[in-house]
């Protein structure tokens, strides 16, 4: 199985701390995706970093990914109370076939 | 707005009484997938459709089977639910494989 795994598996920060997640995988990658979901809703996408890139940025969020130890971060700068979730990778193995696969989550806790 | 819609957002069910749940799109996406999510659990993907081909994963109980009837709609139909098959279904679409998911709220299944 291609299931990544995260790290932690919970967080708790202050807010206004910045939050890191960790994110490995075990075979070849198209793109490493992020998604966050909110407690009993669907998942949302943040960012979709491919395999090619090495860092990519979007607001207070910045994920880098390094293919030659099969890992990615997921870094939130500044956080907010709202960032309180569960957050995913995914990755799109490079056979072409549709699929995402999702690791395990970390649930981040912001405290107010 | 363009969104994926799924209803219920709850559904109840009696031990081995059938349940029927869907999913509809205005993103006019060509995939779309089901996912079963068990509590602080990775998404699990049940099945996907590119248009109307019909993508089984290996590990999906055929206690599971789909419909994909137009672009729009897809349907997941569990013939005789078990009390292991409480969860969050979700139902995501993307406009080709393996890029960014868009995900409905989810409808969470109580079997009784």
């Known amino acids: 199985s291609q299931q990544g795994e995260e790290d932690p598996q919970a967080l708790s920060i202050q807010e206004g701390e910045n939050a890191t997640m960790n994110c490995s995988y075990k075979?070849?990658?198209?793109?490493l995706q992020w998604y966050r979901q909110n407690s009993g809703r669907g998942l949302v996408h943040l960012i979709l970093?491919?395999?090619?890139?090495r860092e990519k940025h979007s607001g207070r969020l910045r994920v880098t990914l390094d293919t030659s130890k099969k890992s990615s971060s997921l870094l939130i700068t500044a956080s907010r109370a709202a960032d309180t979730a569960s957050y995913f990778c995914?990755?799109?193995?490079?056979?072409?076939?549709?699929?995402?696969?999702f690791g395990t989550g970390t649930r981040l806790t912001i405290i107010p | 707005d363009a969104m994926v819609i799924q209803n219920p957002r709850y559904q109840v069910t009696q031990f081995g009484k059938p349940v029927t749940l869907s999913c509809s799109q205005t993103?006019?996406?060509?995939?779309m997938y089901w996912y079963q999510q068990k509590s602080s659990q990775a998404p699990k993907l049940l099945f996907h459709?590119?248009?109307?081909?019909?993508?089984n994963e290996a590990d999906t109980p055929d206690n599971f089977q789909s419909r994909r009837p137009n672009t729009s709609f897809c349907f997941l139909d569990i013939r005789s639910p078990g009390l292991g098959d409480a969860a969050m279904y979700l139902c995501?679409?993307?406009?080709?494989?393996?890029?960014?998911?868009?995900f409905g709220p989810g409808t969470r299944l109580l079997v009784l």
């Open positions: 459709y590119y248009d109307k081909d019909f993508n």
């Open positions: 970093i491919r395999s090619n890139e």
């Open positions: 995914a990755t799109e193995g490079n056979f072409g076939n549709e699929k995402l696969t």
């Open positions: 075979t070849s990658i198209n793109n």
């Open positions: 995501a679409t993307s406009t080709h494989g393996g890029e960014t998911q868009y």
């Open positions: 993103l006019n996406h060509n995939v």
